[in-house]
C-alpha cells in the first residue's frame, strides 16, 4: 500500500496558494481517481481507493504544515508502512521555477517546514518526494506571505499543468520506480 501525502494548510483561506500545492495534486488524484478524500483521521483528512493497480491512501495533513509529521507518523504507525518504499510527499519549492518538478529519494528539509518536522518524526530522510516549483520569493517580501499567496494569469496555468504531471509522476513512481519517474520528471519544462 502507499501513503500519497500533499501537503499544505487547512481551510479556505489558504486554498489554492503556493503553499497548498501537494494538497492540490492529493485532491486532483482523488478527482482523477474517484476517491474520496473527506474521511477525518490521523490528523488529516484521508481517502483510501486504487491508482493504476496500486492500493492507495491519499492524505492531507490538517495540523498546518509546520507539523505535518505528526499526522504521517499516525498514517504510518497505523498502517505499518516502510516510509522508505511506500509514502510519497508532494509539498512546494521555493527553489524551482513555478511549474518545474523534482523528484527526490532522500535528502534534507531544504529549508521547508514541513518536511524538517516529517524528517524529524520519521527518523529518516529517506522517503520519495515530488517537489512543485512555485518560484522564489521577490526581493522585499516577507517568505511567509509569499507562500501564503495565490498563482494568478500565466503562473496559474503553468501550475494547473503542474498539478497534472506531479499525480502522473506519483503514479509513475508507483508502478515503474523513483528512478524512472526522476528520469521523465527532472528534465526543465520548456516555456
Known amino acids: 500500500m502507499y501513503i500519497i501525502a500533499g501537503l499544505g494548510n487547512p481551510g479556505g483561506k489558504y486554498a489554492h496558494t503556493r503553499h497548498n500545492v501537494g494538497f492540490d495534486t492529493v ?114 517580501f516577507d517568505l511567509a506571505d509569499y507562500v501564503l499567496s495565490r498563482f494568478h494569469g500565466e503562473e496559474k496555468e503553468k501550475m494547473e499543468e503542474a498539478r497534472k504531471r506531479a499525480a502522473k509522476a506519483a503514479v509513475m513512481i508507483m508502478n515503474d520506480g523513483l528512478q524512472a519517474a526522476m528520469n521523465e520528471y527532472n528534465k526543465k519544462v520548456e516555456e
Open 27 to 140: 485532491d486532483y488524484l482523488a478527482d482523477y481517481y474517484g476517491i474520496d478524500v473527506e474521511t477525518k483521521k490521523f490528523k488529516a483528512l484521508v481517502g483510501q481507493g486504487m491508482i493504476a493497480g496500486n492500493k492507495v491512501l491519499l492524505v492531507k495533513p490538517q495540523t498546518f504544515m509546520n507539523l505535518s509529521g505528526e499526522s504521517i507518523r499516525e498514517v504510518i504507525d497505523f498502517y505499518k508502512i516502510d516510509p522508505e518504499e511506500e509514502l510519497i510527499v508532494i509539498y512546494d519549492d521555493i527553489s524551482l521555477e513555478p511549474g518545474q518538478l523534482r523528484l527526490r529519494g532522500k535528502g534534507s528539509a531544504g529549508g521547508h517546514n514541513g518536511i524538517k518536522n516529517i524528517i524529524q518524526h520519521l527518523g529518516t530522510q529517506t522517503f520519495k518526494r515530488i517537489k512543485v516549483g512555485i518560484g522564489e520569493k521577490p526581493v522585499g
